[in-house]
């Protein structure tokens, strides 16, 4: 978060060191640039962290909540962080990389807390975190004498997951084809069933001419 605010050279407005001015035209000026700084910091938390800031007027404003709230090292951080990481599950059909980027967020700031987490815990915990149909991947990985590590498990999974929806999309390709052959030999039949005209038919079929 800090950095892109030094990127964006807005380090200012979240401190003391650039306070609202009294002239209208630097005010308007620094207004803009205070609500393009509370752009970046939103853009940097989490959409369930929003509600946070949500009546935060100022990047300072927004910046010192988000300081008292995540820098507390209390043992209700703490204990959130825990219940957080065993709480998590990745619903079925959503994205798994998204869901172990929240995995890993949450690692990192137990981490920050001085909270050491064992590798193969965290790795049992990330397969457990998964959705049922992830299960024969599952017991596969734990069947094996040594469990992976995290960083080596999230390639693990992300490769298993991209395979899968490529799997999903041929099949759908090939149910679409079928459809598709289906309709065309069904059209192609009742071309050749159909009953050719005569030319007593064409007759009666023709309208005859008013008589004038």
């Excluded at 490769?159 to 099949?171: G, P």
């Amino acid at each position: 978060m800090e950095a892109v605010l030094i990127k964006n050279d807005r380090c200012k407005y979240p401190s003391e060191v650039a306070p609202p001015p009294e002239r209208k035209e630097a005010y308007d000026s620094w207004k803009i640039e205070d609500s393009k700084t509370r752009a970046d910091l939103i853009l940097c938390i989490q959409p369930s962290e929003l509600k946070l800031v949500r009546n935060c007027l100022t990047a300072k404003d927004m910046w010192e909540k988000l300081e008292r709230t995540y820098q507390s090292k209390g043992p209700a951080r703490k204990a959130n962080l825990l219940k957080s990481l065993l709480q998590l599950k990745m619903e079925t059909g959503s994205d798994v990389r998204d869901h172990i980027r929240k995995f890993c967020d949450i690692i990192d700031k137990l981490q920050d807390l001085d909270i050491v987490i064992d590798e193969d815990l965290m790795s049992v915990m990330l397969l457990h975190s998964l959705p049922a149909n992830f299960e024969t991947f599952r017991v596969a990985i734990e069947s094996r004498d040594e469990l992976p590590k995290l960083d080596t498990l999230r390639i693990k999974i992300i490769d298993e997951w991209q395979i899968r929806a490529d799997q999903s999309l041929s099949k759908d390709d090939g149910a679409y084809a079928a459809k598709f052959k289906i309709q065309l030999r069904n059209q192609r039949f009742k071309a050749k069933t159909k009953p050719k005209e005569t030319v007593d038919d064409r007759k009666r079929n023709t309208p005859k001419p008013h008589r004038t």
